[in-house]
């Protein structure tokens, strides 16, 4: 009896581990998600820009910078682009 007591013991420590461990990665996860869907909006709304840009001779870049910046930043990172382009 001694032994299951023991066990039991071991299987609440560990789910109880495993509870801790979920919720410690769980904030990081969804961040890295909203990263990646926030960059590719980014990309997204750069093809529009340079795809409307065509018309007027605009364009801007991408690359690692300009999807870091559209990325982080969403819709008002692209605004910065597009006047950081016209301004220089």
Do not use: D, H, R
């Amino acid at each position: 009896m001694e032994g299951t007591a023991m066990y039991m013991l071991y299987f609440v420590v560990l789910i109880t581990l495993m509870y801790i461990v979920v919720k410690l990665f769980k904030w990081p996860l969804k961040m890295l998600a909203k990263l990646i869907v926030n960059c590719i909006c980014g990309i997204i709304l750069l093809i529009i820009t340079n795809l409307i840009g065509k018309q007027f001779n605009f364009s801007i870049g991408i690359n690692a910078f300009t999807v870091i910046i559209s990325g982080f930043c969403g819709i008002p990172g692209v605004i910065f682009l597009i006047l950081f382009k016209i301004i220089f």
